[in-house]
């Protein structure tokens, strides 16, 4: 069985904000791998993260990941997980409904797929 991957929560502020917070924890990582990122919201201005061999990058269209039955997370999070990313970082617009996705992040089979989540806050 593969390691589970660490993910990183991040929430709050706007979109910008939380797409500059996961590039600049990206710079302090140590190169042990890909990570990928899913990112939940439009981009407002430029974006300051690209698709490369090194970072897998999903951006997934604003709506609540808890209201939405969490189908776009599940896909995209299962996607991203056959590919083993060395990390996993995962950005949500409103912290309004986050203990349901940590519910969803500590449930089957996801308990056994991801490490510890670490939240984020902005």
Same mark, same amino acid.
Do not use: W
């Given at each position: 069985?593969? =390691?589970?991957?660490?993910?990183?929560?991040?929430?709050?502020?706007?979109?910008?904000?939380?797409?500059?917070?996961?590039?600049?924890?990206?710079?302090?990582?140590?190169?042990?791998?890909?990570?990928?990122?899913?990112?939940?919201?439009?981009?407002?201005?430029?974006?300051?993260?690209?698709?490369?061999?090194?970072?897998?990058?999903?951006?997934?269209?604003?709506?609540?990941?808890?209201?939405?039955?969490?189908?776009?997370?599940?896909?995209?999070?299962?996607?991203?997980?056959?590919?083993?990313? =060395?990390?996993?970082?995962?950005?949500?617009?409103?912290?309004?409904?986050?203990?349901?996705?940590?519910?969803?992040?500590?449930?089957?089979?996801?308990?056994?797929?991801?490490? =510890?989540?670490?939240?984020?806050?902005?």
């Amino acid at each position: 069985m593969k =390691a589970a991957v660490p993910l990183i929560l991040v929430s709050g502020s706007t979109y910008g904000d939380r797409e500059a917070a996961i590039a600049e924890s990206i710079k302090h990582r140590p190169a042990k791998g890909n990570i990928a990122v899913i990112l939940e919201g439009l981009p407002d201005g430029e974006p300051r993260l690209q698709n490369s061999p090194d970072l897998l990058l999903h951006r997934i269209a604003p709506g609540c990941f808890c209201c939405i039955g969490n189908l776009a997370l599940r896909v995209t999070l299962n996607r991203l997980l056959r590919q083993h990313p =060395a990390c996993i970082y995962l950005s949500v617009a409103s912290s309004a409904h986050l203990d349901n996705i940590l519910l969803t992040l500590q449930q089957t089979p996801y308990d056994q797929l991801l490490l =510890a989540v670490s939240p984020i806050y902005l």
